[in-house]
């Protein structure tokens, strides 16, 4: 019987799977806005345990605004554990329009310089729906958080935004059932929507413990649970005057002496010093770091605002909320939370301020998946 050889090139063959290429995922994240990283901050952590753990998936953070934004506060990528960003755009601006434009030049840029096989981006601003257009005209993987919100009003421009980015998405990470019925409703592919929960509960959970208070808090006379806090942002909302001061002099009418609290932006601030309110009690102060502000909120008799983000904390906190606007991103917050909607509407707003300051308001109930495993579960879905 012959011997029998072994044909093969050894050498070539073992070599090539020493020095086989292993495939990374690069994932690249956006930020349009100072709200946007609180979102990004814990799915940069649940992408770092996942490298850690030997997944190979790595990612890079865009900010579509410049380096030397006003918003972002020394201390917000400390406060959020997170890196800084690892590009800036640069981009600025008020006209929706121009803002786009400049924003898909310089992303294309980017990506050309950076490329990548996923784009995240979360919420419906202009820079989330100008980096997943194109993102997908490259061929490349979007990724949306907080898919599926509706405010059914197409005259917004948010909800423009929201329902492109939505439809030419390839995940659709909602936070709750009625932002995967909308995107039933509207025809998406099923296999697309994943419910994974509030990412902006996650950073609320992981910093409950890391708030701190103001070194002003008493200095103003200050104590827990003996104030409410009010935040305002909405452009529209202050450009009606008579409506802003009607709102605003309920709020200090109610309160009887009781301090509001209202750490607002500059543009605010310009639009509420303009109305010549005589409010002794009204504490126009200026935004406040990531941890001092979560203080804030959690230490408050009640909270005023027109932010579904805050909204959305103060439900998890189980702080009585009351929100100036129509419509909540998450109706959780209103349904089975401790938000309330009154509008624009001061005579609801008194009614909503009576309930609260004579303590008969709801406690929440915390909705499905607002645990703080958001961002692992969308981790997981973008490495299966």
Not at 129 to 144: E, P
Not at 166 to 184: E, K, P
Not at 365 to 379: C, F, S, Y
Request: hydrophobic share 45%; aromatic share 8%.
């Amino acid at each position: 019987m012959g011997k029998v050889t072994n044909n093969f090139p050894k050498k070539a063959y073992f070599c090539s799977i020493i020095f086989s290429p292993i495939t990374i995922m690069k994932v690249t994240i956006v930020s349009g806005a100072r709200p946007n990283f609180m979102k990004i901050a814990p799915i940069c952590r649940a992408i770092d345990a996942a490298r850690e753990a030997g997944k190979n998936i790595s990612y890079r953070i865009v900010y579509t605004g410049p380096e030397d934004d006003t918003s972002l506060d020394a201390s917000l990528f400390s406060d959020l554990a997170m890196r800084k960003p690892d590009a800036y755009l640069g981009v600025t601006g008020h006209d929706h329009s121009q803002v786009a434009a400049a924003i898909m030049l310089a992303f294309e840029q980017e990506l050309d310089e950076h490329p990548a096989q996923v784009i995240l981006v979360v919420d419906d601003m202009t820079a989330t729906m100008s980096c997943a257009i194109v993102a997908k005209k490259r061929g490349l993987k979007v990724a949306h958080v907080i898919a599926g919100t509706r405010s059914f009003d197409m005259n917004m421009p948010r909800e423009v935004n929201r329902t492109i980015v939505d439809a030419i998405s390839d995940y659709l990470f909602t936070a709750g059932m009625v932002a995967n019925r909308n995107l039933h409703q509207e025809g998406m592919i099923p296999d697309y929507i994943h419910y994974v929960g509030n990412i902006l509960i996650d950073t609320i959970r992981f910093n409950r413990h890391r708030l701190v208070q103001p070194m002003w808090f008493s200095s103003l006379g200050l104590r827990k649970g003996n104030y409410l806090l009010l935040t305002l942002n909405r452009r529209d909302l202050l450009a009606k005057r008579a409506v802003l001061h009607s709102l605003l002099q309920t709020i200090i009418e109610k309160a009887e002496g009781m301090p509001v609290v209202a750490p607002l932006h500059p543009y605010v601030q310009q639009a509420v010093k303009a109305l010549e309110l005589n409010a002794p009690n009204l504490h126009i102060l200026p935004p406040q770091s990531y941890l001092h502000f979560g203080f804030l909120i959690n230490q408050a008799r009640g909270i005023i605002t027109d932010s579904g983000n805050i909204a959305e904390e103060a439900t998890f906190l189980d702080v009585p909320c009351i929100t100036l606007n129509t419509y909540a991103e998450h109706p959780e917050t209103w349904r089975i939370g401790t938000n309330e909607l009154v509008g624009e509407n001061s005579f609801a707003l008194s009614a909503s301020l009576d309930k609260l300051l004579h303590g008969e308001w709801k406690h929440t109930t915390l909705p499905d998946r607002w645990d703080g495993r958001t961002a692992e579960r969308i981790v997981q879905t973008l490495i299966k």
